[in-house]
């Protein structure tokens, strides 16, 4: 059997204040809140902009010992480069800090922009860059330019790294596109995106990456229980055979911790109590 960890993309939402977070609760305590109540966060912001090793180090130091995170690989790397000549703009990802996590440190997510289509070489190309160990990626990270200061580049252990994509064109919808994934051992996101996006569900890894932007509106909509449920069942038949990661980014309406919590209870055994009840 597999371990299900399941989660919130990100966790500084001022909307959660008051609601999910406790009135009067201080911002820099809002993780340590949420990881007593979740298995697993995604770091957005490492999507946005180099992250520091400091802010790693923090991250980990504020959760359980049996805490994971997920990161979002750089838009700069996925947007603005689009894929191409990606070794020196990932020894800068890797230096930034995220080593610093140590056991703590899940799966890298790459998230594609919708205008990028399926490129087989590209990809291949790409997904060949990627480490596969802490290890590894320390020795990329040694390779950073003066962009990244300080720079985190030793690793305490060598550990695996896994690496997930999220694709969001439809020319993705093509056989060849999950055997590359299988070849190089990297996940297919399963991305719910209110039928937005297209929903792939194949197998690629040792492991299943999720993320549910919202059951009919991308980012804002609740799950109800029934849906909840559905994907209840998925996760379980997926957790027989991989581990499983499930991150809730339907955020708007502070709906994702409520329904991370919700799922969690259902997958999850024994299920842990919580210390706070959304409102």
């Known amino acids: ?30 993780l340590e809140h949420l990881s007593r109540q979740v298995t697993s966060v995604e770091i ?33 790397i996925t947007h603005l480069k689009r894929l191409r000549d990606s070794a020196d703009t990932l020894a800068n ?8 996590l140590g056991p703590k440190l899940g799966p890298v997510l790459w998230q594609l922009p919708p205008t990028l289509r399926f490129d087989p ?3 291949d190309e790409f997904l060949g860059e990627l480490p596969r160990t802490t290890t590894a990626a320390a020795e ?25 994509l999220e694709v969001r064109h439809p020319s993705f919808v093509d056989p060849r596109f999950p055997e590359l994934l299988r070849a190089h051992g990297v996940a297919v996101v399963v991305a719910d995106s209110a039928g937005r996006f297209p929903l792939v569900e194949d197998v690629t890894a040792d492991f299943v990456y999720v993320r549910l932007h ?10 109800t229980d029934e849906g909840l449920d559905r994907w209840a069942a998925k996760v379980r038949a997926w957790s027989a ?19 991370a919590i919700a799922l969690l209870a259902r997958v999850e055994q024994p299920p842990r109590r919580v210390a706070h009840t959304i409102r």
């Open 241 to 259: 055979a991989a581990d499983v990661f499930v991150y809730f980014d339907n955020d708007a309406k502070v709906m994702a911790p409520r329904d």
């Open 214 to 223: 919202g059951a009919d509106e991308l980012y804002v909509s609740g799950y």
């Open 1 to 30: 059997m597999g371990r299900i960890r399941v989660g919130t993309s990100g966790w500084v939402y001022p909307p959660w204040r008051g609601v999910f977070y406790p009135p009067g609760l201080a911002q820099k305590r809002e």
């Open 140 to 164: 990329l990270a040694a390779r950073h330019d003066e962009r990244v200061d300080p720079a985190w580049t030793t690793t305490d252990l060598d550990r695996p790294v896994r690496h997930a």
């Open 44 to 76: 957005n912001g490492s999507f946005y902009s180099l992250q520091r090793p400091s802010s790693y180090r923090k991250w980990a130091a504020q959760t359980p010992d049996d805490f994971v995170f997920s990161l979002k690989g750089g838009r700069f």
């Open 121 to 123: 070489a590209l990809l």
């Open 93 to 100: 990802f890797f230096a930034s800090g995220v080593l610093a």
